[in-house]
């Protein structure tokens, strides 16, 4: 499916980091506004039932680019990424080189987070231009990582002045201008980190100095004692009106009517997010690790203003795009995604159970329809995650035969992953920060 002029349209595909399910206006939240974002969804349509691949940010970050349950390669397996040789492989098939096979100009602005040099890059996983950091997170004005620099223009490690989430959002619109110079069709993933901590607003510097030079916590950048709400919504404010430099940019250049914008996130929330209705954060397959927002403005496919509640997860996106794209995936490769444009269009999904699992607490997870399997270390429950949200009555009694039968498909659908590796994410942290940082007893 196409955009309304019937050629193959351009995308950007923008992912927050650490966003909560109603921390944009237009999903609920009122003690700010993200009026950019907001304009979006006005202009096309909203999802309430989309969900991340995983409620971390390397795993998902595998799910986009190979639309597959990232539990099929060793770096889908890892979190935090920290400390080991590992990484997307370059001769596995991403989105952007199978985009790319497809005549599209590929580019990766903002936070890789797939592996490091020399064996890893966004350039050598298809992108044509990268400029942002290749690590978790940084410092939103020093843009280091415990003191080591990690900005990159390609394989160059630079250094410039700024706030990061504005260094993005300009870098993106540079990117926009090069572009329009031609008309082949363009991808531009457009990689926010904010608002994942540290806690730093665009007038925070001197809090950033106060991280500097703090010695008393192995990883000061996870800002154990910082932020407060006040700060999240000028983090947050400060992404909108980023997000309004691009489509304010697509309107100047003549390039919004054959552009596909995707704002969505990458996990749930963290410290100050919003999840309401649901219950849980980052690191919990509960709905507010899990759930995320995604807003589609696709001119001539998503009916402006529109809503639905079909269920969409990151992989999905890999097929959705190379369809629209006159592409398809490698056959080596199948997809464990579905081309959603139908729903974006305002039409349904076939059915399907989706599948997570994550080490911390042994979670499993499988949703098909209403109805929700969850495991929690000893604990199993059936949840209608339509009627009950908040993931509060346990229905894996009362409808027996439903719960058998979910937990029986996630047991034959792990069969066919990977097993857990039990090294990931316990390398460059001590064991009191991990415990702290997860939530678990060291």
Known sequence: MTSAKGSRP???????????????????????????????????????HAYANSAVCTATRVALMTGRYQYRIPIGLEEPLQGRDIGLEPDHPTLPSLLRDNGYRTALVGKWHLGDLPKYCPLKSGYDIFWGIRGGGVDYFTHELNGVNDLWDGETNIDRIGYLTDLLGDRSVEVLEDYAKSDAPFFLNLNFTAPHWPWEGPEDEAESLRLKHKTDDIMPIQHWDGGDIATYAAMMRNMDDNVRKVTDALDRLGLADNTVVVFTSDNGGERFSKTWPFVGKKTELLEGGLRVPVVVRWPGVAKPGSVSEEQLMTMDWLPTFLAAAGGAPEPAYPTDGIDVSTAIAGGTLPDRTLFWRFANHDQKAARRGEHKYLQMGPNAFLIDVVADPMERANLKDRRKEIFDALRAEWLAWNETMLPPDPEAGRHGFT????????GVDS
């Open 10 to 48: 351009n995308i950007i595909f923008i992912m927050a980091d650490d966003l909560g399910w109603a921390d944009l206006s237009c999903y609920g939240r009122e003690d700010y506004e993200t009026p950019a974002i907001d304009a979006l969804a006005a202009e096309g349509i909203r999802f309430t």
């Open 431 to 438: 064991a009191d920060k991990l415990a702290e940082y997860y």
